[in-house]
């Protein structure tokens, strides 16, 4: 049984471009959550996919959008990116209990 | 608004030490807690976690935790360390909704053989 998947591992962008991460969650799961993990902080919730609609949001721009397809596989888009968007972006996946499944997490750095 | 901390930045232990985290909380609703871990290089996983009944929760790895309702308090603890339990500690609980983890900063521990 796979866990959550991620993808790419790492990533190196430039600042003003745009930048897409992806994640397959759980067999079973239909609910996923992204996160963003600063160096030396805890993660940080974005926003949540169900049904292919965002569910809720955290505290972030709008510059951070995703989508969720039918199979509930999801992506995470980030635009005009910043140096301070280098971070650790977790999926996490879960179903109806509150316990969420991360995935290994995609590196994205900011140049 | 719910939030968590964490007190110790950065731990050092030597083998078969005690350790002992503390998270601290403030959260309005049905209480659930959360404690994961982030081993070097590897995805976050759940070590234990509280939904209601018995306050001491046991995890894996010989991990457990005290729900302290009146303390607000949700500590980890293991009675003996080892040099792989070297990670980053994470306490977490739900935000409002019931829909995501608001996690504290975390602790890192490193044991030395």
């Known amino acids: 049984d796979a866990g959550v998947t991620q993808s790419p591992t790492h990533l190196i962008k430039t600042r003003g471009q745009q930048v897409t991460l992806r994640c397959s969650p759980k067999?079973?799961?239909?609910?996923v959550s992204w996160y963003q993990q600063a160096l030396g902080q805890g993660p940080q919730f974005i926003f949540q996919?169900?049904?292919?609609?965002?569910?809720q949001r955290g505290n972030f721009p709008d510059r951070f959008s995703g989508h969720q397809f039918p199979n509930y596989s999801s992506e995470l888009n980030v635009n005009a990116l910043l140096l301070g968007d280098s971070a650790l972006y977790l999926c996490?996946?879960?179903?109806?209990?509150?316990?969420?499944?991360f995935g290994p997490g995609t590196r994205l750095t900011v140049t | 608004a719910q939030s968590v901390s964490q007190h110790n930045h950065h731990v050092i232990l030597s083998e078969a030490a005690s350790l002992e985290l503390g998270c601290n909380y403030s959260?309005?609703?049905?209480?659930?807690l959360f404690w994961y871990v982030q081993y070097p290089g590897q995805h976050l996983q759940l070590l234990l976690k509280?939904?209601?009944?018995?306050?001491l929760v046991k995890g894996i790895k010989g991990f457990e935790a005290e729900f302290i309702k009146s303390k607000f308090s949700f500590n980890l603890r293991k009675p003996s360390v080892q040099w792989s339990d070297t990670a980053e500690y994470f306490c977490?609980?739900?935000?409002?909704?019931?829909?995501?983890?608001?996690f504290g900063k975390g602790t890192t521990l490193s044991v030395s053989s």
């Open positions: 996490a996946s879960s179903s109806t209990s509150n316990e969420q499944y």
């Open positions: 067999s079973g799961h239909d609910t």
């Open positions: 996919y169900y049904e292919e609609e965002e569910r």
């Open positions: 959260y309005g609703g049905t209480v659930n």
């Open positions: 509280y939904f209601s009944g018995d306050p």
């Open positions: 977490a609980v739900p935000n409002q909704a019931g829909t995501a983890l608001i």
